[in-house]
């Protein structure tokens, strides 16, 4: 459902969702498990969903492991990968962990992987943070394999390069000369799904 966006309102899919917060900056929308917690929430604040797992209450994890893991960190930017199909048609995004509102979205692209679009979402948002000079902001992703080539400063992917993802590979070699090139604070930290619910800046297609 989409409280802002260029139409407010209840959609039954993410396509037709999409169309109303891609390209709407501020956009701010989630996903529900059915139509009566959708049509609940939308008549609430949306501070009081974005961010906050649909499922609260249900965590397999154990009360003692909860409290060891403690609560997300807010002062932070989330980002996250959608893709229709792996390899499909890609998009990312980076979002305020607390509100959801965005801060970018790239896609989609015709052909590449969850993991090129987790990778591209974490350096943009560590070139984001670094032209806000906003070093004491986290970033949190859901994607242990993207983490680690930001580490490596490079990518580990199978997938070919070929005429239809050829401007994908363009941001990838861009992304890898500017971790070489650039050095960074912010650190990048997982998300905790088990005990936090989905990542905020997830597309909500599960």
């Avoid at 790239?106 to 969850?114: A, D, L, Y």
């Avoid at 987790?118 to 070139?127: I, M, N, P, T, Y």
């Avoid at 992703?141 to 580990?156: C, F, L, Q």
Wanted: proline share 4%.
């Amino acid at each position: 459902m989409v409280w802002e966006g260029h139409e407010r309102g209840i959609y039954d899919s993410w396509a037709q969702c999409q169309r109303q917060v891609q390209n709407y900056p501020g956009a701010r929308y989630k996903s529900f498990t059915s139509h009566k917690e959708a049509e609940a929430a939308f008549y609430g604040n949306s501070s009081d969903f974005i961010g906050k797992d649909s499922n609260k209450g249900k965590s397999k994890l154990s009360p003692d492991q909860l409290k060891l893991i403690g609560k997300p960190n807010y002062n932070s930017i989330s980002v996250d990968a959608a893709c229709s199909g792996n390899p499909g048609v890609l998009e990312y995004q980076g979002v305020d962990t607390k509100t959801g509102i965005q801060f970018f979205h790239q896609g989609p692209f015709e052909w590449g992987t969850v993991n090129l679009g987790e990778f591209l979402a974490l350096v943009h948002g560590l070139a984001f943070l670094k032209q806000k000079k906003r070093p004491d902001i986290i970033i949190y992703t859901d994607s242990k394999t993207a983490m680690a080539w930001v580490r490596n400063k490079k990518i580990k992917t199978t997938l070919p390069r070929t005429a239809r993802n050829k401007h994908l590979f363009e941001l990838v070699d861009r992304a890898e000369q500017w971790l070489r090139d650039n050095t960074y604070k912010n650190p990048i930290v997982k998300w905790e799904t088990a005990a936090w619910g989905e990542i905020p800046a997830d597309f909500g297609r599960k």
